[in-house]
């Protein structure tokens, strides 16, 4: 056991990207049986709503495990400052992946505490390091410190709905979540990190990486959260629509149509973030038909182009890299991992396609999660013992 832990502990990644890939199966079958319990007339896993849960899992229960054991890798590499204590980093980890089962037992308070408070504990790591790198560019791991900061604060809002029943904080909770953490920490990432795997790729390539359309996006993610929580869809559009053309942009310059038909690793990423520029014209076609009073809507099929064809499409891309890379393994992305990302376009095109069009069967909406436990179950079961291994190239870490 001892040995285990040593080597679990060997590096920041590690002690975060385990308990994600058990959520990664989790989540969905929590879900799945959440909602099949509601369908045959009872109320439910949890001793909340089931959707309000599902919200929250997705939010502040998966992805933040990759986001945080990616960002405590790559943040003291950007900053060239100090690493993140392996104390920090570990309190971390423990404290929100403990979080985790008292809330699958039904005692949602006391492990949303814990979750919130090893979240709080990567926070401070995340500033020490900023603050303590020496003086040069620091924007992008200030902007992704930032972002885990307001998550912070829509994860404690979501415990004061909880404990309180307070209707707002629900609200706040998801669109800070989404536009105040989770897209600005994505998009952040992209904007450093896909023009330059391109050009350690593509030959004659020239990285642009302008800082002004990045600050216009971040406006625009903070303007739809204001206008979410507002609940004034019929204006997002206004914001949607530029950050939409902004994102196509982006991928024009990045070089999508060369990026996606290079090594597998890189192909991921330029895709994934297409998924991006699609949300936000399903969110501002939602929002014109709104303001035109017309009585079609997409449901939820911007949300979940969002999280699924983005987020998701991007964790398997990064988290996979990551885990090979610093596993002393060639980045290079097999048959399987290659498959698995597909399967990933799979499920985000099951799941909003009923959305969209309301005449197929609503049976997709469940093939949708069979698919995603299918993909992050095949993925935890291939990535999840490096994990625990120790490197393939004998190295520390």
Same mark, same amino acid.
């Given at each position: 056991?001892?040995?285990?832990?040593? @080597?679990?502990?060997?590096?920041?990644? =590690?002690?975060?990207?385990?308990?994600?890939?058990?959520?990664?199966?989790?989540?969905?079958?929590?879900?799945?049986? !959440?909602?099949?319990?509601?369908?045959?007339?009872?109320?439910?896993?949890?001793?909340?709503?089931?959707?309000?849960?599902?919200?929250?899992?997705?939010?502040?229960? %998966?992805?933040? &495990?990759?986001? &945080?054991? %990616?960002?405590f890798t790559a943040a003291p590499n950007w900053l060239n400052g100090p690493a993140i204590p392996k104390p920090a980093y570990v309190a971390s980890g423990v404290l929100m992946a403990l979080g985790m089962l008292p809330i699958y037992a039904g005692l949602v308070l006391p492990g949303l505490v814990l979750h919130l408070a090893g979240w709080g504990v990567a926070v401070w790591a995340l500033l020490r390091t900023l603050t303590g790198a020496p003086p040069q560019d620091k924007l992008h791991p200030a902007i992704v410190t930032g972002a885990a900061a307001l998550g912070l604060l829509g994860n404690a809002l979501f415990l004061l709905w909880a404990g309180?029943?307070?209707?707002?904080?629900?609200?706040?909770?998801?669109?800070?979540?989404?536009?105040? %953490?989770?897209?600005? @920490?994505?998009?952040?990432?992209?904007?450093?990190? *896909?023009?330059?795997? @391109?050009? =350690? *790729?593509?030959?004659?390539?020239?990285?642009? +990486?302008?800082?002004?359309?990045?600050?216009?996006?971040?406006?625009?993610?903070?303007?739809?959260?204001?206008?979410?929580?507002m609940e004034r869809r019929e204006l997002l559009w206004l914001v949607d629509l530029p950050m939409a053309i902004m994102v196509f942009w982006f991928a024009t310059r990045w070089g999508v149509a060369r990026g996606a038909r290079q090594v597998r690793l890189l192909s991921m990423l330029h895709i994934a973030f297409l998924w991006l520029g699609l949300s936000l014209l399903l969110y501002a076609g939602d929002s014109l038909a709104r303001y035109a009073?017309?009585?079609?809507?997409?449901?939820?099929?911007?949300?979940?182009?969002?999280? *699924?064809?983005? &987020?998701?499409?991007?964790?398997?891309?990064?988290?996979?890299?990551?885990?090979?890379?610093?596993?002393?393994?060639?980045?290079?992305? !097999?048959?399987?991992?290659?498959?698995?990302?597909?399967?990933?376009?799979?499920?985000?095109?099951? +799941? *909003?396609?009923?959305d969209l069009v309301p005449a197929l069967p609503t049976l997709l909406v469940t093939l949708a999660g069979g698919l995603w436990l299918l993909a992050f179950g095949v993925w935890a079961w291939k990535y999840?013992?490096?994990?625990?291994?120790?490197?393939? !190239?004998?190295?520390?870490?």
């Open positions: 056991m001892s040995r285990f832990w040593s @080597t679990y502990t060997a590096a920041s990644h =590690r002690v975060m990207f385990l308990p994600g890939a058990l959520q990664g199966v989790l989540v969905m079958l929590w879900w799945l049986l !959440d909602m099949e319990s509601r369908r045959a007339g009872g109320s439910g896993l949890g001793s909340l709503p089931g959707p309000a849960l599902h919200i929250w899992w997705m939010l502040y229960g %998966f992805f933040p &495990f990759f986001i &945080f054991g %990616f960002l309180w029943d307070f209707p707002e904080a629900l609200r706040m909770a998801e669109a800070i979540g989404i536009w105040g %953490f989770l897209v600005p @920490t994505f998009l952040t990432v992209c904007h450093r990190m *896909i023009p330059w795997f @391109t050009s =350690r *790729i593509v030959p004659n390539y020239v990285m642009v +990486r302008p800082y002004g359309p990045l600050w216009g996006l971040l406006a625009g993610c903070l303007v739809h959260g204001a206008l979410e929580v009073g017309l009585a079609w809507n997409a449901g939820h099929a911007p949300l979940h182009a969002l999280g *699924i064809g983005f &987020f998701s499409s991007m964790l398997i891309g990064m988290a996979s890299r990551v885990s090979l890379g610093h596993s002393g393994r060639k980045l290079e992305a !097999d048959g399987a991992t290659w498959g698995l990302f597909w399967l990933v376009q799979g499920v985000a095109l099951s +799941r *909003i396609l009923p999840a013992p490096l994990y625990w291994r120790p490197r393939a !190239d004998g190295k520390p870490g």
